[in-house]
Structures are given as C-alpha cells and as structure tokens.
C-alpha cells in the first residue's frame, strides 16, 4: 500500500471528510426548514423551534468546520 505522508487511503480523515461533508448540508437544510415552520407557527411552539434550529445551525457550522479541516489534512 502507497501512502502520500501521513495519509493512507481509506483512512478515518476520508470517513470523516464523508461524513462531515453529507452531514453539513443536511443540518443547513433542517435549520432552515425549522426557522420556516417557527415562523409560520403559533406562538406557543415557536420559542422551541428556534432552538432546535439554532442548534442545527451550530452543527452545521462545526460539520463544516471539520469537513474543511479533513480536506486539508487529506490533500497535506
């Protein structure tokens, strides 16, 4: 087996990067799709839904992150 530095393929970075990268937009859209519904809901509910997606929001952001830093180290 070839190895490009510290890289091997199929290491744990390329199932890292995998699942960072399906994970961030996934989390986008729910975010997304629950600040809609807290919009369009009564007030009762919307306080929740907008901590739900502001959470997803945030895990978004560290997907992202982590997906970044994956590629990097993958292409290093």
Do not use: E
Not at 49 to 69: N, Q, Y
């Amino acid at each position: 087996m070839t190895t490009v530095g510290n890289h091997r393929p199929g290491s744990g970075h390329d199932l890292r990067l995998l699942v960072s990268a399906i994970s961030a937009p996934v989390l986008l859209a729910i975010a997304g799709l629950l600040c809609w519904w807290a919009v369009n809901s009564g007030p009762d509910g919307r306080a929740a839904l907008l901590i739900v997606a502001t959470v997803c929001a945030v895990l978004f952001f560290i997907a992202s992150a982590d997906a970044v830093k994956a590629w990097r180290h993958a292409h290093h």
